[in-house]
């Protein structure tokens, strides 16, 4: 089975900074795409961030130019900078990976997610 474990989040002011970090544990093959995700109260979980095995990544239109994305493929990690950060940046914020694991059939592929971060920016 695959694990994910977050941190980095907390509280910070608007216009702060905060770099959230997610490492995966198991018996992994690979790690294909991994990517940042939020939920704010009463609203729908939301794609941030994700950045592909090449290391092309992709961004939320709200978002650009304030965060990014890096992977350490040794370390099985994901980062999220996030920069110069509002209010309505205020989320849980929870790591997805698609991960690929050895099982006694073979190769199986899935998403894993992560137990979630809080992040809270206040004005």
């Known amino acids: 089975q695959v694990q994910l474990v977050e941190s980095g989040g907390g509280l910070v002011q608007a216009g702060g900074s905060l770099r959230l970090s997610c490492t995966a544990s198991?018996?992994?093959?690979?790690?294909?795409?991994m990517g940042w995700y939020r939920q704010a109260p009463g609203k729908q979980r939301e794609l941030v961030a994700t950045?592909?095995?090449?290391?092309?990544?992709n961004y939320a239109d709200s978002v650009k130019g304030r965060f990014t994305i890096s992977r350490d493929n040794a370390k099985n990690t994901v980062f999220l900078q996030m920069n110069s950060l509002k209010p309505e940046d205020t989320a849980v914020y929870h790591c997805?990976?698609?991960?690929?694991?050895?099982?006694?059939?073979?190769?199986?592929?899935?998403?894993?997610w992560g137990q979630g971060t809080q992040v809270t920016v206040s004005s």
């Open positions: 950045i592909t095995s090449g290391s092309s990544t």
């Open positions: 997805n990976f698609r991960v690929t694991t050895r099982q006694t059939m073979g190769l199986t592929t899935g998403s894993y």
């Open positions: 198991g018996i992994i093959f690979s790690i294909n795409a």
